[in-house]
């Protein structure tokens, strides 16, 4: 199972954009730190999300695998 993810560098960014949409401003400004967090953040969720995704595909596979076996053995006659 996956450790839980830290999501608050993503949480924060989208309440700064929404007090800047709200304060209609032009621009967003971050410090490099925050910024750095929040990069690696992203990075993490969409790892995880492409692992995942991943995963579920070989899941799905595996479930629609149909096994079909043929056998000739010639007819018979009546």
């Not at 993810?5 to 730190?33: C, H, M, W």
């Not at 492409?50 to 006659?77: A, C, P, T, Y």
């Amino acid at each position: 199972m996956h450790e839980p993810l830290n999501t608050i560098p993503i949480q924060q960014f989208i309440q700064q954009v929404k007090q800047a949409d709200s304060g209609k401003s032009n621009e967003v400004r971050i410090p490099i730190d925050r910024a750095k967090s929040l990069a690696y953040t992203l990075g993490i969720v969409m790892s995880r999300l492409e692992g995942d995704l991943e995963k579920l595909i070989l899941e799905s596979k595996k479930d629609n695998d149909i096994e079909i076996e043929v056998r000739m053995d010639g007819g018979s006659n009546f």
